[in-house]
């Protein structure tokens, strides 16, 4: 049967003229995140000599790239990525999994085949029909020198090659002239930064970190006005920051660290109003902070650390309200005393100070910053009390050690000597509280001794308790009744029977306890990594015991056991958005005011997380297969495994953790996890449920503006009914929304709290109820 006569599912056909007929032919291949495996040499590309779009990324195929791709003249659209690709190109050989052909397709403008394995060097002959525009093949095992080809493509918007092996001298790279994004972090390059990069005029990330280049900053970088990321950190760069680097207004991410720059720290930076994460830290900068610094006011992360700075730490600093994540002076040569100011800085979790010669006492101030999670100004020569306040109540004695005098009700610490006046008031107190303590002990006496022996005479509470009480077994409390043989009866001993969906770290089960309530059951997978495994177990009991939200899977309890790893949720019937967006049935259920309601089920979710926990919490990993729906299609964020809470000494700066295609793009540039992450995929989401199906060519679009000459009606996921004209105003502000959050940069995105108030504004207030009218489950809910 014909693909094109069957409506088959991802596949599009057009009518070609062969002679003096017309035929049917399959032009477009589009199944992304399809959940297809298998061999991808099984697939015979020369039966359709038409094809030109294939995307088959997000799934599981393997093996080598077969052959007859480079039979495909018409194709301009190939992506491969995050499968499981493999292989290596055989030696001046035409075989292996990447022909040398494939560079030599001349209507080729997009390829991506990042996240795989893929090996051997890379093909020459790319670029040569003059159309490569998007080139990406990060996060995989390539090696040798970059193909001429593609040092000369000036067709170029993006050439992404990060972590691979790859080597050679980068000082002749471009001119690219249409260039709007480059990256070659982790790789082993050399050589220096050209000027010609400064005809790059479109250009907004440069990501040349972890290699080593060497040289110094060209100051006709400063010509980049649209650049938002420059991240050059870990190489051997020499020389002066050139001051006309403050030039670039649109500047947000700026990391220079870990090179060898010297001279001083340009008062010009203070003129980068958009700045929020500046690093310059493990350098050779000398003189003294510029005063100017204070006036980036969008700063979030300030980082001048190991340097040979010296001279009075800049009262300036304390107008940077926004610091949140880092503020690290330490390993300076800083003086003088500490400013009062820095009390200013009540968003700042993480402040170092260690490691220089500071003086004075510690500001009272220190004592009202309320985000304060770590303070460490250990190495110093400060001296006198250490503050009051909920973060001195259980300070290490690391933060303070080496210092001149420091005193205070820290263990470690002396006791601070008490003034004449304060130990007159003091013995008064202590009168006081003797004569009151002598009958309330007697009270409390009795009270205990009424709970411990008279009550539990009348009523003896159930134990819960494990089979083998050899092997111990923590499990949190379910109404009294939830034990270890209560999750094993009920799935037969995590029998397959009862399996309703398995991912990469856990393999979730169906269980009807003995009372009826059904529940899902993670089961946590044995792998080699532990500790790794653990740390996110314990990540998500800590996450999930700390919130509880009506669009929040509830967490009942758990059990860490040798053998043992499990999570006891809410049992949600519908199971997870991706499962019901891929199947064609559910889909036409998923009607278009469901599908508004999903999305603003979500952002109330994550707007929660964000603003309405103390601390904030990123969840790091919204994507459709960690949203579930129940009977009344009703949303529910879930997995908080690699969730974080928003503090700097619970690692913020991290691996790389979450979904391929819903990770933000700044952490291609920066380890910095933020809440704007969340943001960005939960725009990725949005596109999700409006289109049916991952967006993505969307993303490129996004990424150029181009999204403002699409049709919504092109865009829209044609299973459901036809919206009606308020369904099509409501899906309008959903494609507003979500392409607000897949800006490029951070800074452009709107907080979850705007996103929320936005679809919560844009809601159609509910029919008015008469005598014959109930109101309906999503009306109550609602309320």
């Given at each position: 049967m014909s693909p094109c006569s069957s409506n088959w599912t991802g596949i599009a056909c057009s009518t070609v003229h062969r002679g003096n007929r017309k035929s049917l032919v399959v032009t477009r291949i589009s199944l992304p995140n399809s959940s297809i495996n298998g061999q991808i040499g099984e697939l015979n590309f020369?039966?359709?000599?038409?094809?030109?779009?294939?995307?088959?990324?997000?799934?599981?195929?393997?093996?080598?790239?077969?052959?007859?791709?480079?039979?495909?003249?018409?194709?301009?659209?190939?992506?491969?990525?995050?499968?499981?690709?493999?292989?290596?190109?055989?030696?001046?050989?035409?075989?292996?999994?990447?022909?040398?052909?494939?560079?030599?397709l001349p209507n080729l403008s997009y390829l991506v085949l990042f996240g795989n394995q893929m090996s051997g060097p890379l093909p020459s002959g790319f670029c040569k029909g003059g159309k490569l525009q998007w080139f990406n093949v990060?996060?995989?095992?390539?090696?040798?020198?970059?193909?001429?080809?593609?040092?000369?493509?000036?067709?170029l918007k993006q050439l992404g090659l990060s972590f691979n092996h790859l080597m050679g001298d980068i000082s002749n790279l471009g001119p690219y002239p249409h260039l709007i994004e480059v990256g070659l972090r982790r790789n082993n390059l050399s050589g220096q930064l050209s000027k010609t990069w400064a005809l790059s005029i479109n250009l907004t990330k440069m990501i040349i970190s972890e290699n080593m280049i060497s040289g110094s900053l060209p100051l006709e970088l400063s010509n980049l006005v649209n650049l938002v990321a420059l991240s050059l950190h870990t190489n051997n760069l020499t020389g002066n920051i050139p001051p006309e680097l403050g030039n670039l207004g649109n500047m947000y991410s700026l990391n220079l660290s870990r090179n060898q720059f010297s001279g001083?720290?340009?008062?010009?930076?203070?003129?980068?109003?958009?700045?929020?994460?500046?690093?310059?830290?493990?350098?050779?900068?000398?003189?003294s902070i510029p005063e100017e610094l204070g006036s980036c006011t969008k700063l979030q992360c300030l980082m001048i650390d190991h340097n040979n700075l010296s001279g009075y730490l800049p009262l300036a600093i304390g107008n940077l309200e926004n610091l949140q994540i880092v503020l690290d002076l330490s390993s300076n040569k800083l003086t003088g005393e500490l400013p009062a100011q820095l009390g200013n800085l009540g968003m700042l979790e993480f402040l170092n100070l260690s490691h220089n010669q500071f003086n004075g006492s510690i500001p009272s101030s220190f004592g009202r910053m309320i985000s304060l999670s770590t303070l460490d100004v250990s190495y110093n020569n400060l001296e006198g009390p250490v503050p009051e306040g909920r973060l001195f109540l259980d300070a290490s004695i690391t933060w303070?050690?080496?210092?001149?005098?420091?005193?205070?009700?820290?263990?470690?610490?002396?006791?601070?000597?008490?003034?004449?006046?304060?130990?007159?008031?003091?013995?008064?107190?202590?009168?006081?509280?003797?004569?009151?303590?002598?009958?309330v002990c007697i009270a409390v006496i009795i009270i205990i001794f009424i709970i411990v022996i008279i009550i539990p005479k009348r009523k003896r509470p159930q134990k819960t308790t494990a089979t083998d009480t050899r092997d111990v077994l923590s499990v949190w409390n379910f109404d009294g009744k939830l034990a270890f043989e209560d999750i094993s009866r009920a799935t037969e001993n995590f029998s397959d029977r009862y399996i309703v969906g398995s991912g990469g770290y856990g393999t979730v089960y169906k269980a009807q306890l003995q009372e009826g309530r059904l529940v899902a059951v993670k089961r946590l997978h044995q792998t080699e990594e532990a500790m790794s495994d653990e740390k996110r177990f314990l990540s998500e009991i800590k996450v999930l015991t700390k919130i509880r939200h009506r669009?929040?899977?509830?967490?009942?309890?758990?059990?860490?056991?040798?053998?043992?790893?499990?999570?006891?949720?809410?049992?949600?019937?519908?199971?997870?958005?991706?499962?019901?967006?891929?199947?064609?049935?559910?889909?036409?259920?998923?009607?278009?005011?469901?599908?508004?309601?999903?999305?603003?089920d979500v952002a109330q979710a994550i707007y929660y997380l964000h603003h309405e926990c103390d601390p904030p919490i990123i969840h790091r990993d919204i994507t459709s297969n960690n949203i579930l729906l129940d009977a009344d299609f009703n949303a529910y964020v879930s997995d908080f495994g690699i969730a974080r809470m928003l503090k700097p000494d619970s690692s913020n700066w991290s691996e790389l953790a979450g979904t391929y295609g819903?990770?933000?793009?700044?952490?291609?540039?920066?380890?910095?996890?933020?809440?704007?992450?969340?943001?960005?995929?939960?725009?990725?989401?949005?596109?999700?449920?409006?289109?049916?199906?991952?967006?993505?060519?969307?993303?490129?679009?996004?990424?150029?503006?181009?999204?403002?000459?699409?049709?919504?009606?092109?865009?829209?996921?044609?299973?459901?009914?036809?919206?009606?004209?308020?369904?099509?105003?409501?899906?309008?502000?959903?494609?507003?929304?979500?392409?607000?959050?897949?800006?490029?940069?951070?800074?452009?995105?709107?907080?979850?709290?705007?996103?929320?108030?936005?679809?919560?504004?844009?809601?159609?207030?509910?029919?008015?109820?008469?005598?014959?009218?109930?109101?309906?489950?999503?009306?109550?809910?609602?309320?």
């Open positions: 020369s039966a359709l000599p038409f094809l030109t779009y294939i995307d088959l990324s997000f799934n599981s195929l393997h093996g080598e790239i077969p052959l007859s791709v480079t039979s495909l003249n018409a194709l301009s659209y190939l992506d491969l990525s995050v499968n499981s690709l493999t292989g290596q190109i055989p030696k001046n050989e035409i075989s292996g999994f990447l022909p040398q052909e494939i560079g030599l990060g996060d995989n095992l390539f090696t040798g020198t970059i193909p001429k080809s593609l040092q000369t493509c000036n067709s001083h720290i340009p008062s010009e930076l203070g003129r980068m109003r958009n700045l929020q994460f500046l690093d310059i830290s493990h350098n050779k900068f000398s003189g303070f050690v080496h210092n001149k005098g420091l005193c205070g009700n820290i263990s470690g610490l002396p006791t601070c000597p008490p003034a004449p006046i304060v130990e007159y008031h003091k013995r008064r107190i202590h009168s006081f509280v003797l004569a009151i303590s002598i009958p669009s929040i899977v509830k967490m009942y309890g758990f059990c860490s056991h040798p053998r043992y790893k499990f999570l006891v949720y809410d049992y949600i019937e519908r199971g997870n958005l991706h499962v019901i967006l891929g199947n064609e049935e559910l889909a036409k259920d998923l009607d278009w005011q469901k599908r508004v309601a999903v999305a603003r819903y990770i933000a793009p700044e952490l291609s540039y920066t380890s910095v996890v933020t809440t704007k992450c969340d943001v960005y995929s939960f725009g990725v989401v949005v596109l999700e449920i409006v289109m049916g199906r991952y967006p993505m060519e969307l993303q490129s679009l996004a990424a150029t503006g181009q999204h403002q000459e699409l049709a919504m009606e092109d865009m829209l996921d044609k299973r459901p009914l036809t919206p009606t004209v308020v369904e099509k105003k409501e899906v309008a502000v959903l494609v507003e929304v979500a392409f607000a959050c897949l800006q490029t940069s951070p800074q452009f995105r709107p907080e979850m709290q705007d996103v929320y108030q936005k679809l919560a504004l844009h809601k159609p207030p509910p029919p008015l109820a008469s005598p014959s009218h109930a109101p309906t489950p999503e009306e109550i809910r609602e309320v």
